[in-house]
């Protein structure tokens, strides 16, 4: 597989002078087409500033980003984006919002038929094809994240880049979601980039799990492949050893030096 999102000597300050937070440095990362990626480090350590950065919501104080050979020097369509909370627009439609999101895009290029079977299609594979026509006020959390999704990959993205979509929602909505989330992507084949806290959704997931370091100035610290064969079935991989492995590895990073959480010791 070769190389699809690329990022050199990637560095993001905020701020100038005296109060400037310099908040990644030297990120070097090669995401190849197809690949599944999670970042995953503590609180405040610069996950989502690296997500916008690839996004391009935010420029990069320095080095350099390429998605597809071309320099990324703002948001576009060859980047989707979903976040925790689904952003979906109150007053439209379950299929009226991905509308609006495929009209932008294919709008200037294909008629209204083809734009409506691409929305259709869209809700389709999230399986909400049932709730086209209700208000996000008349659904489940679980059920706008899916709707949140399938606007993502309405307009067909190169990179699908999702900051910790199913943060908000229940176990079970979660690990419902995971699963349909691997089907599309194995479906699609959209090269996608996922920060969560969630370790056992990173290795479920992900080809490989980036690991950054804490900041201030947080550099990636660890690259783990994961290595499991797909598809991947939570129930079978509970007890795989390389999924424990891997589960290990992630979590010796993530507590294993963490001591300023240690819980005190209570009062005899
Ligand atoms: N616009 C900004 N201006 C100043 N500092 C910022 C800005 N955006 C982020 N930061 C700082 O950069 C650091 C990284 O923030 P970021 O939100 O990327 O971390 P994160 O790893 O995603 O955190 P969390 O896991 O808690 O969501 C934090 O210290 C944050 O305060």
């Not at 948001?75 to 299929?95: E, I, K, S, Y």
């Not at 990173?202 to 980036?210: E, G, K, P, W």
Request: positive net charge; proline residues 4%; charged residues 20%.
């Amino acid at each position: 597989m070769k190389n699809f999102v690329s990022l050199e000597r990637v560095g993001q300050r905020f701020g100038s002078g005296r109060s400037a937070f310099v908040a990644l440095r030297d990120i070097d990362l090669s995401i190849a087409q197809g690949e599944f990626v999670t970042l995953i480090g503590h609180s405040g350590c610069g996950k989502s500033t690296l997500l916008n950065l690839i996004a391009g919501l935010v420029p990069a104080s320095e080095g350099v980003l390429l998605c597809a050979g071309r320099e990324i020097r703002g948001p576009g369509p060859d980047r989707a984006v979903v976040f925790q909370n689904h952003c979906l627009l109150p007053w439209l439609t379950c299929m009226e919002n991905v509308h609006l999101a495929v009209k932008r895009v294919f709008g200037a290029t294909e008629g209204a038929r083809n734009l409506e079977e691409r929305s259709a299609a869209a809700l389709r594979l999230v399986g909400m094809s049932h709730a086209a026509h209700k208000y996000p006020r008349e659904i489940s959390g679980g059920m706008k994240q899916r709707v949140g999704i399938a606007r993502a990959l309405s307009i067909e993205p190169k990179v699908l880049l999702m900051d910790e979509p199913f943060g908000a929602l229940d176990s079970l909505t979660r690990a419902h979601l995971q699963d349909a989330l691997q089907g599309i992507v194995a479906a699609t084949g959209t090269t996608t980039i996922m920060v969560t806290h969630d370790i056992d959704e990173a290795v479920l997931l992900s080809d490989r799990i980036v690991m950054l370091g804490k900041g201030p100035a947080a550099t990636i610290a660890r690259i783990l492949p994961t290595g499991l064969a797909r598809p991947r079935r939570r129930n079978t991989l509970a007890c795989d050893a390389r999924y424990l492995a891997c589960r290990a590895a992630v979590m010796d990073f993530l507590h294993g030096s963490h001591d300023e959480f240690q819980l005190e010791p209570t009062a005899a």
